[in-house]
């Protein structure tokens, strides 16, 4: 919350520098003294463009549900 997280592509994961945290490439949470995995926005693809609603945000302790469904399908 607050703090904007590095992506580190030699290691294919996200780190919070405030938290001294580690994600995997979808949010979820892997070490560090974050409590929790990353928000989501809502995210949409129509006509091969991707749209993302900042105004939206899922909290994965939340609102499960919502941050399951909002995870991007790659492939």
């Not at 405030?18 to 892997?30: A, D, L, N, W, Y």
């Not at 909290?59 to 549900?65: F, G, H, I, R």
């Amino acid at each position: 919350r607050g703090t904007m997280v590095e992506w580190q592509p030699e290691n294919a994961r996200f780190y919070c520098p405030k938290h001294k945290s580690t994600f995997q490439p979808e949010g979820t949470r892997i070490q560090g003294k974050s409590p929790r995995s990353l928000d989501r926005f809502k995210v949409s693809v129509a006509g091969g463009k991707v749209t993302v609603d900042t105004g939206v945000v899922f909290d994965a302790d939340a609102d499960a549900a919502g941050w399951a469904a909002a995870g991007v399908r790659v492939g």
